[in-house]
């Protein structure tokens, strides 16, 4: 199979006819599937979904309601396309583009294209606080796209399965396939105003994007070394509490009362927190090599699958 398409879905019933005539109209001439994510929707996603669904439809349908990022990395590992692509279920991105995305992942040879909506239809509120994120991931992650929070991506099939996606982190998709290694670009898509139901996010969201960009920043430059993160600091600290510590005790062999010193606090605090910031990269060490030592395990539980049968459409 060439093409996967992975949307998530929580509470789209307005959304699903249109959706899926539009992505049926849309990829043509090409072998693909459509993979839908519910993600715990308590409208009348589900049924609307088995009412409209055809041939290509596969239907996922998560236990619970477990988040966008969750849903997503279910869809992709339910995928079977050489190429996949993610898209959100609100018809804000058009799947016009898909068949674009993918012409020119295979003429060009990309492993990720990702898209950058042009003539962005969102309010102002909504617009500011993701170029201030866009801003702050490009000069913390040195990942070079212009529109990180696009849903619309295509992903050769190796790098969708190794993103390793959980908690919060479809914002990062970009910077976690950099560190796989991929060869990314980006191109202009088309964007929509939400005419149907309503967004799922609110200005709340600008604070979990920054700090889950200081975890992304560790992850992509310390995961696999985190002694360099906490090493030299720790040294650092150590080392100067104990130079304060040896002259504090010249001073004393000297005749000196040092016990009231301000001094003496500062020399003890640096030698044992720094001792306490190495113990804590090797802590973090021990923890690295379980992690990369551990089986693989899914953070999501299926309730089950729905797919047309060929002699059903």
């Not at 510590?245 to 003890?268: E, M, Q």
């Amino acid at each position: 199979m060439k093409l996967s398409i992975v949307i998530t879905l929580y509470n789209e019933e307005d959304n699903i006819k249109p959706l899926l005539a539009r992505v049926k109209e849309s990829v043509v001439d090409c072998d693909y599937e459509l993979v839908l994510v519910d993600d715990g929707s308590s409208d009348k996603t589900i049924p609307l979904v088995k009412k409209y669904a055809y041939e290509q439809v596969k239907l996922v349908e998560l236990n619970k309601n477990y988040g966008q990022t969750t849903a997503m990395s279910a869809g992709i590992r339910e995928a079977k396309g050489k190429y996949i692509v993610t898209l959100d279920g609100d018809l804000q991105n058009d799947p016009k583009d898909i068949p674009m995305l993918l012409e020119k992942a295979e003429k060009e040879d990309w492993d990720v294209v990702a898209g950058r909506r042009a003539n962005r239809q969102d309010i102002q509120l909504k617009k500011i606080p993701s170029r201030i994120a866009n801003g702050l991931i490009r000069a913390m992650t040195d990942v070079r796209l212009h529109d990180y929070g696009c849903t619309l991506k295509l992903f050769r099939q190796d790098i969708a399965k190794g993103l390793g996606l959980y908690g919060e982190m479809h914002r990062f998709i970009p910077v976690l396939a950099a560190m796989q290694g991929a060869r990314m670009t980006e191109v202009d898509v088309q964007h929509h105003a939400r005419i149907h139901g309503e967004s799922k996010y609110g200005i709340g969201r600008t604070f979990k994007v920054i700090s889950d960009l200081l975890f992304i920043v560790f992850f992509q430059k310390y995961f696999q070394r985190p002694m360099h993160l906490f090493g030299p600091p720790g040294i650092l600290f150590f080392f100067i509490g104990l130079i304060i510590n040896i002259y504090l005790l010249i001073v004393k062999l000297g005749g000196a009362d040092i016990g009231d010193r301000p001094l003496l606090i500062l020399g003890l605090i640096c030698l044992l927190g720094g001792l306490q910031i190495i113990l804590f990269g090797f802590l973090a060490e021990v923890l690295m090599r379980i992690y990369y030592e551990s089986q693989a395990k899914i953070n999501y539980k299926i309730k089950r699958i729905f797919q047309v049968n060929a002699s059903d459409s």
